[in-house]
């Protein structure tokens, strides 16, 4: 074949013709330094603050520091995440924040502050990611909290009852049972429609999977997902793992669905966060966190809500965890928690370790909304307990000079002992509001004042079973109607009466 150079000519010119040509520009920096997770970066002068910037074999960071002339950025990753980093390297933009895969495609997995599973099930089918930092809720777009989210545990759903978009706390000293009443709470919502995420930061790689292992064994990973920042992970992602687990909750919650969110733990976290802190050269403040460390947790907190009808009613609860050293609430993270919170259920030691489980101090312990959540036939039993308990705990104070009693005063500390009987709770077993309002009712309406303090378990034991067996109308009714009216009281008295006459002590 002949070519002939004026059609090669005019073929080449044609093709000129038509090119374009496409400028891309792209931002990048250099590494200056780098070192524990901590990356300082020249050059990336319009960066802006959280967002995402890639290194070099697609190792990723968060901007967190903008400086005069450089930028500070924390690096992503599990074990030296800065190892493969080395000074002089390139860094470019990504225009984008960090973001979280969701979607129901999450529920039943363990993944990390990243949202890569690492639960050994193969990669996640999310198909929507979403930030992990988002604005909370206005006053317009919430309505007041006024569903009950029941815990299932008799001292928490009695006196410091929890309602769907609350913010309640759990604080105590390590060791006290704040995880078991978390767990008891996301047990408790199997067959309740209510999505859960257990959030693990700092937490023993052990404990996360006896976590793991405990919901599985009560089949509530069914409805659960489990973010895990282990003591393991670096700061970056455990700074980063509560947000990750907001993120995910919100997804469900702007689609109308009910979500409990634990947070365990904020002390852990804010420990990781002054850590990014004082690396990045940061000022210290009280006790070396930095100054915006109470913004740290109110961002993270203030996202649950209950969403009004118009955005479809959904609801984030959110219940943090923080741990005391030596029971000082007074403490600079722990009051700052309080304060956002709606209330908290505080652990005491000395409880715990005086058998009394759940080891909830009944005048530390305070729900803000709560009450107005709580269903009727609780209210009604419930309304004098707290009174009563506190008036118990000073009169046990008092009587250990040994002064003689009177006998009302010897008849409030029968009574007292037996409701701190009746309130004590085994691990993993909650309980429906109906066995709850029966337990409570039998306590103080004095039913339980001639018996001996070693027998009432058992009596409440099978008491229980008595009335699903053989009054299963009133337990039926207490369940669905969530009210105590006259005649529904009337009726628990001659169930417990009755009950009482069949009722051994012996073994």
């Known amino acids: 074949m002949f070519l002939k150079p004026e059609e090669v000519t005019n073929i080449i010119k044609k093709e000129l013709e038509k090119y374009k040509t496409r400028l891309r520009t792209e931002s990048i920096g250099t590494v200056i330094q780098v070192g524990d997770a901590i990356a300082r ?7 802006m603050m959280g967002e995402l910037v890639q290194f070099s074999d697609s190792v990723m960071g968060m901007v967190l520091n903008l400086e005069e002339d450089n930028v500070g950025v924390v690096i992503f990753g599990t074990d030296n995440p800065d190892r493969d980093i080395k000074e002089g390297d390139i860094v470019k933009r990504t225009g984008k924040i960090v973001q979280m895969p969701v979607g129901e495609s999450l529920v039943g997995r363990v993944v990390n502050a990243l949202g890569k599973p690492i639960d050994g099930k193969g990669p996640l089918e999310a198909k929507k990611l979403r930030p992990i930092e988002f604005p909370a809720p206005n006053v317009v777009q919430r309505q007041p909290v006024k569903e009950p989210l029941q815990t299932g545990i008799k001292a928490i759903d009695a006196m410091t009852p929890i309602g769907r978009g609350q913010r309640e706390l759990i604080i105590g000293d390590r060791q006290t049972g704040k995880t078991a009443i978390a767990l008891d709470t996301i047990i408790n919502q199997k067959g309740k429609d209510v999505y859960c995420i257990y959030c693990a930061v700092g937490q023993k790689l052990s404990s996360v999977v006896a976590v793991n292992e405990t919901l599985k064994k009560y089949g509530a990973m069914e409805y659960t997902t489990i973010v895990s920042a282990s003591s393991r992970a670096s700061a970056s992602l455990q700074y980063l793992a509560p ?9 469900l919650m702007y689609a109308g669905k009910h979500v409990l969110v634990i947070y365990d733990d904020l002390s852990k976290h804010a420990q990781a966060y002054r850590q990014l802190s004082l690396l990045l050269r940061r000022p210290p403040g009280r006790e070396a966190y930095p100054g915006d460390i109470f913004y740290l947790h109110s961002r993270l907190l203030e996202r649950a809500a209950k969403l009004n009808d118009a955005l479809g009613a959904g609801s984030i609860t959110a219940i943090p965890i923080v741990e005391t050293q030596a029971g000082d609430i007074s403490s600079y993270i722990p009051t700052n928690v309080i304060s956002i919170t709606d209330g908290q259920i505080y652990l005491e030691s000395d409880l715990f370790y005086a058998g009394v489980r759940p080891a909830v101090n009944v005048g530390l312990s305070v729900s803000r909304v709560g009450g107005k959540a709580q269903c009727k036939a609780m209210r009604v039993v419930a309304s004098k307990l707290r009174l009563d308990l506190a008036q118990y705990r000073e009169l046990v104070t008092f009587t250990q000079f040994g002064t003689d009693l009177d006998k009302t005063t010897r008849a409030q500390l029968t009574r007292g002992e037996r409701m701190v009987e009746i309130l004590k709770q085994v691990q993993f077993e909650p309980l429906d509001i109906s066995k709850q309002v029966i337990s409570i009712y039998t306590g103080i309406k004095g039913y339980l004042d001639d018996l001996p303090i070693n027998v009432i378990k058992k009596f409440e034991t099978e008491l229980l079973k008595f009335a699903q067996k ?8 207490i369940l669905t109607e969530g009210t105590l009216s006259d005649k529904l009281q009337l009726a628990l008295d001659n169930l417990i009466i009755e009950f009482k006459k069949s009722f051994t002590v012996g073994p």
């Not at 970066?41 to 319009?46: A, H, M, P, T, V």
């Not at 947000?243 to 997804?251: L, P, R, T």
């Not at 053989?470 to 009714?477: H, K, P, Q, R, T």
């Open 41 to 47: 970066i020249y050059g990336l002068d319009d960066v």
């Open 470 to 477: 053989n009054y299963s109308a009133v337990y039926e009714e």
């Open 243 to 251: 947000y990750s687990a907001c993120a995910i909750a919100e997804e």
